[in-house]
C-alpha cells in the first residue's frame, strides 16, 4: 500500500519522491504496453522533470525539458519545434538557467497516473502538462528563443 507522504518536490501524495518516481516510471510501462497511454509522452516527460529539480539540474537537461514543453503546449502542429527538440537541441552559446520557480504547478504525475482509461488520461495530460507550462511563465520567453534559435540553427550531419 503507497502512503499518502508527498513528494517533497511536486506534492503528489504518492508515498515521497521513491513513490512519484515509481509512478512515473509506470506510466512509461503502460505507455509501451498500451499505446492509447502514449499519448503526449514527450510532454507528459517534460512536466514531470519540471516539477523534480533532479532532472534539470545542467543547463542542457533544462532546455531541453522546458523547451520541450514550449513545443508540446505551443507549438503542437509546427514539425520544425519537435524536430529541434528531438534531435540535438542547440542553445544560444551565452545561455544561462534561470531560477526554478518555487511553485510548479499542483496538478502532479498522480493525476495522470490514476486516470484509468484513454479519455481521462488524455484530459489529465493535457490539464497537467498546461498547467505545469502555466507555473513556467516567467521563462516563457525564453523558451520560446531557445527554441526559436534550436530550429534556426544549422544542425550537424551525424557520420
Not at 504518492?14 to 509501451?32: M, V
Not at 540535438?88 to 552559446?93: A, H, K, N, Q, S
Not at 504525475?109 to 493535457?126: G, I, L, M, Q
Not at 490539464?127 to 527554441?147: G, I, P, Y
Request: one cysteine or more; glycine letters at 4%.
Amino acid at each position: 500500500m503507497t502512503s499518502n507522504r508527498a513528494c517533497p518536490d511536486c506534492g503528489a501524495p504518492l508515498g515521497g519522491r521513491e513513490g512519484c518516481d515509481a509512478a512515473f516510471h509506470e506510466l512509461g510501462a503502460r505507455a509501451f504496453a498500451d499505446a492509447a497511454f502514449a499519448y503526449r509522452r514527450r510532454a507528459v516527460v517534460d512536466a514531470y522533470c519540471l516539477q523534480h529539480p533532479a532532472y534539470i539540474l545542467s543547463l542542457k537537461s533544462f532546455a531541453a525539458h522546458l523547451c520541450g514543453l514550449c513545443a508540446a503546449v505551443e507549438r503542437a502542429d509546427d514539425p520544425r519545434a519537435e524536430r529541434a527538440v528531438w534531435s540535438d537541441l542547440r542553445i544560444p552559446p551565452d545561455a544561462v538557467k534561470p531560477s526554478i520557480p518555487a511553485l510548479r504547478g499542483s496538478r502532479t504525475v498522480s493525476d495522470v497516473h490514476k486516470a484509468a482509461c484513454p479519455e481521462a488520461f488524455r484530459a489529465a495530460v493535457d490539464a497537467w502538462t498546461a498547467e505545469v507550462w502555466d507555473a513556467w511563465r516567467q521563462h516563457h520567453d525564453l523558451a520560446r528563443r531557445w527554441l526559436d534559435y534550436s530550429i534556426a540553427a544549422p544542425h550537424r550531419v551525424r557520420r
